[in-house]
């Protein structure tokens, strides 16, 4: 009930093209679903966060869908760039408590030029 | 704003030997800090998480006695890897938490710790 399911494991986009990262939870105590970029040898730097109340939220390039009925959400990259090669993790949290990050399993993306 | 420093970068040990790992919160304090290990090509696994002036909690399978955490100031914590072995050759990355909003982690650009 603790797991964050991610998937792809890895995608291969074409420049300019849409990045779609989907991620399920079971767990409906969750409350906070932030995405996070990492580069190799670097440590994740956070992208974009979203809570149950809101179903999207855009931040530039980057938007998070939420469908809380079928507790999902989802990282849509749009205008895909060769810079945004990275691995993405998915990541929920619970208000209350420590609350530490229950992260997925990481995507990694590689957008050719 | 919301910077987090580790220090070293990048450390080689022998077997056997201790190693230290600062994490630092430059702008903020931190009421929480999580230490994090990473194998290549996998997720962050979540050690353990400290809170200023308490005992750290340990996540289920990891050695406290390996790994001491010590959570000194609102700024630092540390982590030290206690008689390290090969198998302790990991990526170790730390993050801090804002009292509000409490569930935003700022990261650490991580270290690299390989153990001859």
């Known amino acids: 009930q603790q797991q964050v399911k991610q998937s792809p494991q890895s995608l291969i986009v074409q420049k300019g093209g849409i990045s779609i990262i989907n991620c399920a939870y079971e767990?409906?105590?969750?409350?906070?679903f932030p995405w996070y970029q990492q580069f190799p040898g670097k440590g994740p730097a956070l992208l974009i966060a979203?809570?149950?109340?809101?179903s999207e939220k855009k931040e530039g390039r980057f938007t998070i869908s939420f469908n809380k009925s079928a507790k999902q959400f989802s990282l849509h990259i749009m205008d895909s760039q060769p810079g945004d090669s990275a691995t993405y993790f998915c990541?929920?949290?619970?208000?209350?408590?420590?609350?530490?990050?229950?992260f997925g399993t990481g995507t990694r993306l590689k957008v050719l030029a | 704003g919301a910077v987090v420093s580790q220090h070293p970068s990048r450390v080689i040990c022998k077997s056997g030997t201790s190693v230290k790992i600062e994490c630092r919160s430059l702008d903020f304090q931190a009421t929480t800090m999580f230490w994090y290990r990473q194998f290549p090509k996998q997720s962050l696994m979540l050690m353990a998480t400290?809170?200023?002036?308490?005992?750290?909690?340990?996540e289920q399978g990891v050695e406290k006695d390996k790994f001491l955490i010590n959570h000194a100031s609102l700024t630092l914590s540390t982590l030290t890897v206690t008689s390290a072995h090969p198998e302790d050759s990991s990526f170790y990355i730390c993050?801090?938490?804002?009292?509000?909003?409490?569930?935003?982690?700022?990261f650490g650009p991580g270290t690299r710790l390989t153990v001859l």
């Open positions: 767990n409906t105590a969750f409350d906070y």
């Open positions: 990541a929920a949290s619970m208000g209350s408590g420590t609350y530490k990050y229950i």
């Open positions: 979203i809570r149950p109340d809101v």
């Open positions: 400290s809170n200023e002036g308490s005992k750290a909690t340990y």
């Open positions: 993050s801090a938490s804002l009292v509000l909003p409490p569930n935003e982690q700022f």
